[in-house]
């Protein structure tokens, strides 16, 4: 059974390993928890084979799909758990002399009866916003010395009753990689990217090497060497108008992200595809541009090139000269692309487009041929790939 | 050794099960989170409960990884050399011990807190691998290794400003602090201010979960936020009526400037809370 889950779990492309498989059945092993309560296990498995918030949500989904039948029918109220585990734990804790007296109080189904309804009490008054039940004294279990584990189980119970499909909930929906976008989702993203480099001003003292210096020449011989600094440069052209205005939100967030992220970002503006010409502020698109060549003048190659754009236009907006809703260009929307990906080897286009549409928009299949396959989602998932691929 | 959570921590059913697994098959246990869910605070209260010593490591982004096991003074045995100091003919004298070399030599097992470890640089996680997990290292200056008498318990707390290496998850457990709900919040709240009112409680929670579910807030309002800020209406004795004031003039919930810490925020919400209460008014 639980192969079949870790199987589930590789197969809904969640990095597990061995090793943590393992380590999970060396946990079930020590009875790190009860084998036999299903939540616990849930707990234990998570915490063993999830590493990254991102995952729990499908984490969630396959484990409610593997253990499918194994939870408690659903709408089940507290009568029957507790019984079960009190009369188990009774049997644990409590003395012959403690069992008899339970007896002369009506025995063991009459205490159930009373702890089912203060269990009720409890779920009320606490949704009603007062103390939990036990902690202020009044519980009947406390006189059969059975108060300090009575808590325990009152409290078990509330919780597992709340629990019983825990997974199913699915609260970490919303830390999916596939799903939610946020400014600080991107940057983690985009941090990939990231690689330190020594460069310019000889400002740190380097301490290893004065050290051998020193000891090699006889007298103390001071080396600097230059502070540590991300010296990743890139470019970010932005689709804007049209059929982006969809997408506004999500590439603002990408934008800002990207501009704590890199110290080197130039970024500019275009519509639809690139031509002779783009530019850095909308409101003066007209007067204000700068031509596409000087951009490729300007930025040496070693720049990284970030396409950031639905790719939803005619097909001869692409192909052919004067193809542009906008003016006549003399060049076509694809020579422009080439020009540039000629210049700079690392290039990639983020699509704001969900992957299984693009197939279907021919001008997509288009672009994403002219990058040779480099067009990737804009879901964290796929700036996740993007930002390795122009790491190669 | 069982951690239960304690009289002063709240410390929900699936946190105690990630970290009794990790003290039990004595792995690291990785802890993640909102920041002001009580990450480092975890690590604290374990050590509390389990009567253990706690030493703490704080990771800053020029954290060496050999800065943990032990350090050699180079410069000072040089100067020494030269001085004539009859110490210079024991390396030992210049081995200063880090704070892995403290938590394994300790008698009793120790709890090792290893402070937000995103702080540090890409690589010094993996260059603790070994040593977390063999729980030894060698000093080469001496040729000694360094082996742990007890195996402390040791909680990573990470921001998550950097992706850790999947390697080194391999071999930790993993936890996840959700941002607690109002059920937990309440008994977190009973834990800190045992005697505060009920009515303000209510009330206070009311207002601190909606500022949460504002759409689009820059810095959501954190549980030791809503504790500082519990402590203020406390300490200026606000009533819970004001807390419920509906008067458009008092929109913004006094004290808000422990809730809320961006001006962006505090104008966001004051336009939210307009609209909603006009809204309000309306239906009545």
């Known amino acids: 059974?639980?192969?079949?889950?870790?199987?589930?779990?590789?197969?809904?492309?969640?990095?597990?390993?061995?090793?943590?498989?393992?380590?999970?059945?060396?946990?079930?092993?020590?009875?790190?928890?009860?084998?036999?309560?299903?939540?616990?296990?849930?707990?234990?498995?998570?915490?063993?084979?999830?590493?990254?918030?991102?995952?729990?949500?499908?984490?969630?989904?396959?484990?409610?799909?593997?253990?499918?039948?194994?939870?408690?029918?659903?709408?089940?109220?507290?009568?029957?758990?507790?019984?079960?585990?009190?009369?188990?734990?009774?049997?644990?804790?409590?003395?012959?002399?403690?069992?008899?007296?339970?007896?002369?109080?009506?025995?063991?189904?009459?205490?159930?009866?009373?702890?089912?309804?203060?269990?009720?009490?409890?779920?009320?008054?606490?949704?009603?916003?007062?103390?939990?039940?036990?902690?202020?004294?009044?519980?009947?279990?406390?006189?059969?010395?059975?108060?300090?584990?009575?808590?325990?189980?009152?409290?078990?119970?509330?919780?597992?009753?709340?629990?019983?499909?825990?997974?199913?909930?699915?609260?970490?929906?919303?830390?999916?990689?596939?799903?939610?976008?946020?400014?600080?989702?991107?940057?983690?993203?985009?941090?990939?990217?990231?690689?330190?480099?020594?460069?310019?001003?000889?400002?740190?003292?380097?301490?290893?090497?004065?050290?051998?210096?020193?000891?090699?020449?006889?007298?103390?011989?001071?080396?600097?060497?230059?502070?540590?600094?991300?010296?990743?440069?890139?470019?970010?052209?932005?689709?804007?108008?049209?059929?982006?205005?969809?997408?506004?939100?999500?590439?603002?967030?990408?934008?800002?992200?990207?501009?704590?992220?890199?110290?080197?970002?130039?970024?500019?503006?275009?519509?639809?595809?690139?031509?002779?010409?783009?530019?850095?502020?909308?409101?003066?698109?007209?007067?204000?541009?700068?031509?596409?060549?000087?951009?490729?003048?300007?930025?040496?190659?070693?720049?990284?090139?970030?396409?950031?754009?639905?790719?939803?236009?005619?097909?001869?907006?692409?192909?052919?000269?004067?193809?542009?809703?906008?003016?006549?260009?003399?060049?076509?929307g694809e020579t422009w692309l080439t020009r540039m990906l000629n210049v700079y080897e690392n290039a990639i286009w983020l699509n704001p487009i969900p992957e299984r549409y693009w197939d279907r928009i021919a001008s997509t299949s288009i672009i994403k041929q002219i990058f040779s396959d480099r067009m990737f989602p804009l879901t964290i998932e796929g700036i996740d790939q993007a930002m390795r691929e122009l790491n190669k | 050794m069982k951690f239960e959570g304690t009289s002063s921590y709240i410390a929900t059913e699936d946190l105690k099960v990630a970290v009794n697994a990790a003290i039990t098959l004595e792995r690291p246990i990785i802890v993640k989170g909102e920041p002001g869910t009580g990450k480092t605070m975890l690590a604290h209260e374990v050590a509390k409960s389990l009567d253990a010593e706690i030493i703490t490591w704080h990771i800053k982004s020029t954290t060496k990884a050999q800065q943990g096991l032990y350090e050699y003074d180079a410069v000072t045995r040089l100067r020494d050399s030269q001085l004539g100091d009859e110490k210079v003919k024991d390396i030992k004298n210049y081995i200063s011990k880090g704070k892995l070399w403290n938590a394994f030599e300790s008698d009793k097992r120790p709890v090792l807190l290893i402070d937000e470890i995103d702080k540090a640089d890409i690589e010094f996680p993996n260059d603790l691998l070994l040593e977390l997990d063999k729980m030894e290292f060698f000093v080469y200056e001496t040729g000694e290794t360094i082996k742990a008498q007890n195996r402390p318990i040791v909680i990573i707390t990470s921001n998550n400003e950097k992706e850790l290496p999947d390697a080194f998850l391999r071999r930790c457990f993993f936890h996840y602090i959700k941002f607690p709900d109002p059920n937990t919040m309440e008994e977190i709240v009973e834990v800190h201010y045992p005697d505060i009112k009920k009515d303000l409680i209510q009330e206070a929670f009311k207002i601190f979960y909606d500022i949460r579910e504002v759409p689009g807030i820059k810095k959501k309002p954190s549980t030791s936020e809503l504790i500082d800020w519990l402590k203020l209406l406390m300490t200026d004795d606000v009533d819970a009526k004001i807390l419920r004031e509906k008067d458009p003039k008092k929109l913004i919930p006094p004290l808000h400037g422990a809730l809320l810490k961006n001006e962006q925020d505090v104008h966001l919400f004051e336009r939210l809370a307009f609209i909603s209460r006009r809204e309000n008014e309306n239906v009545e």
């Open chain 1, 1 to 332: 059974m639980f192969i079949n889950f870790f199987f589930d779990l590789k197969q809904a492309s969640l990095p597990v390993s061995l090793k943590e498989y393992l380590m999970l059945m060396e946990a079930m092993n020590k009875r790190v928890v009860d084998s036999f309560n299903v939540n616990d296990f849930y707990y234990l498995s998570r915490s063993a084979l999830v590493k990254d918030e991102r995952y729990l949500d499908k984490f969630d989904r396959v484990f409610g799909h593997s253990f499918k039948g194994l939870e408690n029918p659903e709408g089940e109220t507290a009568k029957e758990i507790p019984e079960e585990w009190l009369k188990l734990m009774g049997q644990k804790y409590l003395t012959d002399e403690e069992k008899k007296m339970i007896e002369s109080l009506g025995g063991w189904d009459k205490l159930m009866e009373t702890l089912k309804q203060r269990l009720e009490e409890q779920k009320k008054r606490h949704q009603g916003g007062s103390k939990w039940i036990g902690t202020g004294g009044t519980s009947p279990f406390g006189a059969y010395g059975y108060n300090p584990e009575g808590i325990r189980i009152g409290q078990k119970e509330g919780k597992s009753k709340k629990a019983v499909k825990v997974w199913d909930k699915r609260e970490f929906s919303n830390l999916d990689g596939d799903v939610e976008l946020g400014t600080r989702n991107i940057k983690i993203a985009l941090r990939r990217l990231r690689k330190f480099a020594r460069e310019g001003a000889e400002t740190e003292l380097d301490l290893d090497n004065t050290i051998k210096s020193t000891a090699h020449k006889g007298y103390i011989d001071v080396k600097m060497m230059p502070e540590r600094r991300n010296k990743i440069k890139v470019l970010l052209f932005f689709d804007v108008g049209g059929s982006m205005d969809a997408h506004v939100k999500i590439c603002e967030e990408l934008f800002s992200a990207a501009r704590t992220e890199f110290k080197h970002m130039e970024y500019f503006y275009y519509h639809n595809c690139l031509y002779d010409a783009v530019w850095k502020d909308n409101n003066r698109r007209y007067n204000d541009n700068i031509k596409t060549w000087d951009v490729l003048h300007t930025y040496p190659s070693d720049y990284k090139i970030i396409f950031v754009g639905d790719a939803e236009m005619s097909p001869y907006e692409i192909t052919y000269p004067g193809g542009s809703v906008e003016f006549w260009n003399e060049e076509s």
